[in-house]
T-cell receptor, first 117, second 116 residues
Framework: DAGVIQSPRHEVTEMGQEVTLRCKPI?????LFWYRQTMMRGLELLIY????????DSGMPEDRFSAKMPNASFSTLKIQPSEPRDSAVYFC???????????????FGPGTRLTVL | AQSVTQLGSHVSVSEGALVLLRCNYS??????LFWYVQYPNQGLQLLLK??????LVKGINGFEAEFKKSETSFHLTKPSAHMSDAAEYFC??????????????FGQGTRLTINP
C-alpha cells in the first residue's frame, strides 16, 4: 500500500513567486495534516482537515498561506507570494480518525523541501 | 498550552551501549505522549505512544519509554544501540479529547549518533 505521497520533493523558487505543494493521503484516511519543519522553529502544525473540512488553521503563519482539500484524496498548500523565510521542509500526514476519543496514528509523507531565493 | 522539552539536541553513544533520550512535558492533566523517529530525507515514523494506564510502553526496533507522572517525563531508552538507530528523534504531546487529541506539539528533536 502506498504511503502519503507529496510532490514535488524539492522546489526552488524566487521570492514573490507562487508555490503550490501537493499531498495525496493514504487511501481511506479521513484526516490530513500539514506541518512545517525549520531549524529555528522545529516541527509545527500548520493546519489540519477532518473529512475534507479545515478544523484548525491557527498554525498558518499569515494570509500568504492557504490550504485546500477539494476531495478525500488530494490537498494543496499554497504560498503566494513566497518569501525567503518560507524556506523549510513541508510535511503532509494523514490518519484514520476511526475513534474520535482516542489518538489515531499519523502517517507522514517524505516532505517537500522548499527553497525561496 | 502543551509543550515538550527534549534535553540535549545531540546525543552520541557507542554501538552496543545504552541509548537514553530525555523528554519532559508540560501539562496539567496526563496527556498523550509519543516518540517519533526521522531518518535522513524521510518523514517521521511513530516509534511508540503512551495513551493508557500502562506506564511502560514498548515500541518498534527495541525501543521503550516509561511515563512518569511525578517527574512529568517520558524518556526513550534502548538497551543496546545499533548503527541503524542513527537518526533524529522527536518527542510529542497532545491533549486527550475529541478534537484536541489530533494536535501534536513536537519537541525540538535529538540527533542520535552511533559510534562504531
Amino acid at each position: 500500500d502506498a504511503g502519503v505521497i507529496q510532490s514535488p520533493r524539492h522546489e526552488v523558487t524566487e521570492m514573490g513567486q507562487e508555490v503550490t505543494l501537493r499531498c495525496k493521503p493514504i487511501s481511506g484516511h479521513n484526516s490530513l495534516f500539514w506541518y512545517r519543519q525549520t531549524m529555528m522553529r522545529g516541527l509545527e502544525l500548520l493546519i489540519y482537515f477532518n473529512n475534507n473540512v479545515p478544523i484548525d488553521d491557527s498554525g498558518m503563519p499569515e494570509d500568504r498561506f492557504s490550504a485546500k482539500m477539494p476531495n478525500a484524496s488530494f490537498s494543496t498548500l499554497k504560498i503566494q507570494p513566497s518569501e525567503p523565510r518560507d524556506s523549510a521542509v513541508y510535511f503532509c500526514a494523514s490518519s484514520l480518525r476511526a475513534d474520535p476519543l482516542s489518538y489515531n496514528e499519523q502517517f507522514f509523507g517524505p516532505g517537500t523541501r522548499l527553497t525561496v531565493l | 498550552a502543551q509543550s515538550v522539552t527534549q534535553l540535549g539536541s545531540h546525543v552520541s553513544v557507542s554501538e552496543g551501549a545504552l541509548v537514553l533520550l530525555r523528554c519532559n512535558y508540560s501539562s496539567s492533566v496526563p496527556p498523550y505522549l509519543f516518540w517519533y523517529v526521522q531518518y535522513p530525507n524521510q518523514g517521521l515514523q511513530l516509534l511508540l505512544k503512551y495513551t493508557s494506564a500502562a506506564t511502560l510502553v514498548k515500541g518498534i526496533n527495541g525501543f521503550e519509554a516509561e511515563f512518569k507522572k511525578s517527574e512529568t517525563s517520558f524518556h526513550l531508552t534502548k538497551p543496546s544501540a545499533h548503527m541503524s538507530d542513527a537518526a533524529e528523534y522527536f518527542c510529542a504531546v497532545s491533549d486527550r479529547g475529541r478534537v484536541r487529541a489530533q494536535k501534536l506539539v513536537f519537541g525540538q528533536g535529538t540527533r542520535l549518533t552511533i559510534n562504531p
